[in-house]
Structure formats: C-alpha cells, structure tokens
C-alpha cells in the first residue's frame, strides 16, 4: 500500500514536470456551427471498484460532430480528478478544449454533463487516502463496491438539471465564468488523458453509429460500462435528444460546415486592448479598494488609540485633582485646640491678705 502510494506520487512528480502548461485545455477543433445538445442516457453500472467516470461529450472529425460516448475507466494514479473538455466560443468560432487529470476539477465551460459534473466541480466522489469513495446519490455503483456515500447537496445545489447545451459562450451556451478554484486548477500541471481515453474516442470517431448526421443527436451507443466496449452488454443508447437539434449541426462537415467569421487585426486588436484594460482596470480598482480598507484600518486603529490617551489623561487628571481632599489633615483653629486630659490644671490664684 505505502509502496504504490509513493510510486504513484513520484509519478504525479514526473508527469508534473514534463507536461505543458494550458490555461484552459489545448484546443484541437475550431468549427462555426455549435455542436448538438448533450443526449439523455442513464449511467451504466462501474465495472469495479477504483474505475472513475468520464462523461461522453460530441467530438469534431472531417465527417462532421461524433459522439464519444461515456464511460468508466482507471485513473493515471490515485488522487486525480478528471475535468472534462467542452467546446467554447471564441474568435468566430466553437473551439474544443481537452479535458485532463489533475488533483483538483478546473473549468469546464459550465456544461452539465451530469453524474456529478453539473457544470461546477464534481460532486460524485472523491479520493480519501488511496481509495476512492463513490457518492451514490448520482454515481451507478451497483453491488460492485462498498466505498460508497450519499449525499444529495450536489443534486440540491444544481440550479443547471435541466440543461443540455454541450457549449459555452456564442448563441445558447452557457454563461458560466471561472471561479478562483477553477483557474488555480486550470493553470496547474496536467495528466492528459490515458491511451484507454484515447483509444476510446479513436473507436467512436470511426463507429458511423455515433455520427451526428447518422444519429440525429441520439446515439445508439450513448455510455459504456467499459471504455471501447461498444457491444449491446456494455453499451446503454440514449433515451433521447437533449432538445432541439439544429440541423446545421447535423450535417456540418469540414468541407461544409458554414465560413469561419473573419475578424479584422484591427478589431482584434482593439478586443484584446478592450480586455487588457478591463484587467488593467479591475487590478487597479481591487488595489485602490484594498490601499483604502487599510487606510481605513489605519485611521481607526489611530483614533482608537488616541481616544484610548486622551481617557486615561482624563481619568489620572481627575484623580490627582482629588487626591489631596481625601488625604491631606484638617487644620484646626487655634480657638479649638484643647488641652491634653493628662496636663495639669493650672492652680488657682493666691490671695493675699492685707494688714489693716
């Protein structure tokens, strides 16, 4: 056990230095027309214990959008998490961001690809020591492990269940920024996806099932309980479409599919100066705001503190102006001083008798 756990974290160490740095995924596909919604599908049971899902998503070929269908496999190493890649807008065009393993959920475009992944994290499991545990509330574990728990907040907190767009940004996607968590993970180190991933979406890429123009955006092969596995044991279809399909989706084709929007160097260059002095501006803003708060701060530390003197000036004038009625002794007037009890009387005057 201590063994595979230092081997997997000497892997981590390794793969952390010679992976690329990506803020947001590499973007292999650029296409001008969005890809379909997500399908309906229910998840199939885990194979085995140890196996995390990867939920199926549209991919890009010359022959137009495919579906690589979703599946269960074996992690790179104990503790990474998988963030799925999603297609966003940009530059006149849906470009796809892979998805990777990382110790933490980056960004994902806030698409819902469900099982956890409600456009915001994960919430289907998670790593505690070398074993992960499986949130059954969302996860399909069958009787195939007892690591198991539940816990319906995710469900709960999903303001996104009933959305199937499978992109972000340009006409219909969703509106879903970074949080802070989100781009810490995004530009971290990287485990790209496993030869498995790969060979799994190789697999669907030439299976004429799994094209949208074959499918109408319902894939008979929606989810497998095996990566690669496309057999009607391991396959589950699609209930139905996630909604409306556009059919320009449906038949877009690297030959076909719609011109890419030109947009000029000098628009482009204005947009990226835009941006640059939006960030230069909130930079700016947040600095000022935090120089003010310690201004502030400062201010009412230094009132507090003089307010603080001035009482305690106060309050030692006042009790030296008093001291000396309470303590120094009473003078008396020479007309109440009295004899001591033990001094003698003086005697009487004599009288003196005269002769006559």
């Excluded at 979703?70 to 998988?82: A, K, R």
């Excluded at 509330?137 to 767009?165: C, F, L, Q, R």
């Excluded at 399909?245 to 449906?250: A, D, Q």
């Excluded at 001035?310 to 309470?326: G, L, V």
């Amino acid at each position: 056990m201590h063994k595979t756990r230092y081997t997997n974290s000497l892997l981590f160490a390794v793969l952390t230095l010679i992976m690329p740095f990506a803020a947001y995924g590499q973007i292999f596909f650029s296409v001008t027309v969005a890809p379909p919604p997500l399908p309906v599908y229910e998840q199939p049971v885990i194979p085995q214990a140890g196996y995390l899902w990867t939920p199926g998503y549209w991919h890009w070929s010359d022959e137009g959008y495919y579906w690589v269908p979703g599946t269960w496999v074996q992690p790179p190493m104990s503790g990474v998490l998988w963030t799925p890649g999603y297609w966003g807008w940009g530059n006149g065009a849906y470009q796809f961001n892979q998805g990777y393993w990382g110790p933490q959920v980056g960004y994902y475009g806030g698409v819902n690809y469900g099982f956890g992944f409600g456009g915001l994290g994960f919430g289907g499991g998670e790593w505690r020591g070398g074993a992960f545990f499986y949130n059954t509330a969302v996860m399909n574990v069958g009787g195939n492990t007892n690591n198991v728990y539940v816990n319906k907040t995710v469900i709960e907190n999903n303001t996104n269940n009933n959305s199937h767009v499978s992109y972000h940004g340009g006409a219909g996607g969703t509106t879903a920024t970074p949080t802070p968590a989100e781009e810490q993970a995004a530009h971290g180190r990287h485990i790209q996806p496993t030869a498995e991933q790969t060979q799994h979406q190789a697999a669907a890429s030439k299976n004429p099932k799994l094209l949208a123009k074959n499918n109408g955006g319902k894939p008979e092969i929606a989810a497998t309980a095996k990566a690669g596995d496309f057999s009607e044991k391991s396959a589950v279809p699609a209930k139905e479409a996630g909604g409306e399909v556009n059919p320009e989706s449906l038949k877009a084709t690297a030959k076909t599919m719609p011109a890419r929007e030109k947009v000029s160097e000098e628009k482009a260059s204005q947009e990226k100066a835009s941006e640059e002095k939006a960030t230069e501006n909130k930079a700016a803003q947040e600095k000022a705001s935090q120089e003010k708060a310690t201004e502030n701060k400062a201010a009412q530390e230094k009132a507090s503190q003089e307010k603080a003197t001035e009482n305690k000036a106060a309050q030692e004038k006042a009790s030296e102006k008093q001291a000396p009625h309470e303590t120094a002794p009473r003078e008396k007037a020479p007309h109440e001083s009295a004899p001591h009890p033990s001094a003698p009387h003086p005697a009487p005057p004599k009288k003196e008798n005269k002769k006559e």
